[in-house]
């Protein structure tokens, strides 16, 4: 019984740290979040700590930690090695990875979705520049399969239609594809310049212009009118926060659309706090329009609180 219990707190901890990690680094997430039953709210923090946890061993926290840039990768590798493992065992001594293979083994997510989005991490530490091909396969690794981890979340214990399956799939990988995108032209002079990445095939930085951004915006409005069109069919529980998390992004993208491309080589769009509180606010009607009184908003007596 007291291995149990032990067992029960280190899970419990696990959790915990992250909560901790994804909302000390998301503003957007922890919005959003709020609007998801307490389960799937835990679950979700687990896959995007696990993502923002890779994320600082390519984008410069390693190297600040004055890691030699050659043994990065193995420590991406050591990441995606622990995980798989967790996967199989359901126990990591790192916690995030912990707690990742919890919400994993729950919900049914397996190496299918953790080696694409490793294999895009790496690739990171590897290629400065893309090919439409290269393009295309990083942001299925590195956004369109954590989109369909949260869409295993979402599903857990529910029986869905086929046909209905498969346009949740769709909608949830084109919504990571249009997170991704708007986030990569949000970042475009960051990236370029501190990390020396040019994401979008095709593209010189230094020489962006009109017809490139609206090239790009025009893309990710298609995905985000897919991907609207399937939150709709979402469970009625998590349909408020994706719709929100979307109507965010949707913001972001037009605020870069009304940028003019010179300024967005040297200025970081952002969407203002009172701006996200204001749609988080019509998120929150719409949920109490669509969810039972019974059903709780954030409603966590021992557990992590936004």
């Known amino acids: 019984m007291a291995a149990e219990q032990g067992l029960a707190l280190y899970n419990t901890v696990a959790g915990e740290t992250s909560a901790v990690l994804i909302r000390s680094y998301s503003t957007s997430f922890g919005l959003a979040s709020r609007l998801l039953p307490a389960r799937t709210r835990r679950q979700i923090e687990t896959i995007y700590a696990l993502v923002r946890l890779a994320d600082e061993i390519v984008d410069g926290v390693a190297l600040a930690a004055k890691i030699p840039r ?22 990591s001594v790192n916690l995030v990875v912990h707690a990742f293979a919890l919400t994993a083994r729950a919900t049914g997510i397996g190496p299918e979705l953790t080696r ?18 290269s393009f295309n396969e990083y942001v299925y690794g590195s956004a369109e399969v954590v989109g369909l981890m949260c869409l295993q979340c979402f599903l857990q214990d529910l029986a ?3 046909d209905q399956s498969k346009r949740l799939r769709e909608g949830a ?10 986030n990569f032209l949000r970042d475009l002079a960051q990236d370029f310049e501190t990390l020396g990445r040019s994401y979008f095939p095709g593209v010189t930085v230094d020489a962006f212009t009109e017809t490139d951004k609206n090239r790009i915006l025009d893309s990710i409005d298609a995905d985000l009118l897919v991907s609207g069109a399937a939150a709709a069919e979402l469970p009625a529980g998590c349909r408020a926060a994706v719709v929100l998390a979307q109507e ?26 009172p701006v996200k509180a204001r749609i988080a606010a019509r998120a929150v009607l719409t949920r109490r329009a669509t969810v039972p009184a019974a059903a709780p908003i954030n409603t966590e007596p021992n557990g992590p609180h936004p």
Request: aromatic share 6%; charged share 30%; hydrophobic share 40%.
């Open 70 to 91: 050659g043994d990065i990768g193995a420590l991406l590798d050591e990441l995606e090695a622990d995980t798989e493992r967790a996967l199989r065992t359901g126990y």
């Open 116 to 133: 694409p989005f490793f294999a895009s991490m790496r690739a990171d530490l590897e290629q400065a520049e893309h090919t439409e091909a």
């Open 160 to 162: 869905i239609p086929e």
């Open 173 to 182: 990988q084109r919504l990571g594809s249009a997170f991704q995108k708007v």
């Open 248 to 273: 965010l992004f949707t913001e972001l993208a037009r605020r870069l659309r009304a940028t003019p491309a010179a300024r967005l080589r040297t200025t970081r769009v952002r969407v203002p706090n």
